[in-house]
């Protein structure tokens, strides 16, 4: 029993650990060294050719260290390794439903969410993509949203209801 606990802590320790990673490599690795693969990700649709973006490269830099994992914790005595691939790869599949599903509608799986968060999201994610460059950026994660982006969301169902 005790040892359910502990895989299912490491699962979701990697599943909150890879939030910061996903920041901190949007923000100094996406929109600093390799700006060149991230870039076509921040230009209107309009401008890409194709369903594919060279960001989409993103996701071997994601699923190679989550492949290792897996491969190491069954077969060598690390398996707590395993545990930490698992909640990698959780963390990728949220992420692609959050980021390429629901914001970015590149598969038309589902559409509009009505909550609070997902409207914080929302707005997070289109205050990040307002600035094309790579500098003056913002709101580099995806799952924790600043609270400002909240206060939209009251304030906007507050002048609905007024209305």
């Avoid at 390794?81 to 990698?88: D, F």
């Avoid at 580099?140 to 600043?146: P, R, W, Y």
């Amino acid at each position: 029993m005790i040892s359910i606990f502990i895989n299912i802590s490491i699962v979701l320790l990697a599943f909150v650990g890879m939030e910061f990673m996903a920041w901190f490599t949007h923000k100094y690795v996406m929109h600093g060294v390799l700006w060149s693969w991230h870039e076509d990700h921040h230009k209107p649709h309009f401008h890409k050719d194709g369903f594919f973006e060279k960001n989409d490269l993103f996701f071997l830099v994601f699923a190679i260290p989550s492949a290792i994992c897996y491969i190491l914790g069954t077969s060598t005595d690390m398996n707590y390794l395993l545990y930490v691939g698992i909640g990698i790869s959780i963390y990728g599949l949220v992420y692609f439903l959050i980021h390429d599903v629901y914001i970015h509608q590149r598969f038309k799986w589902f559409r509009q969410l009505d909550s609070k968060y997902s409207r914080a999201i929302l707005r997070a994610h289109g205050a990040h993509h307002a600035h094309i460059t790579k500098e003056a950026g913002e709101s580099f994660g995806l799952l924790v949203v600043a609270k400002k982006y909240y206060a939209q969301y009251r304030r906007n169902k507050q002048a609905m209801q007024t209305e």
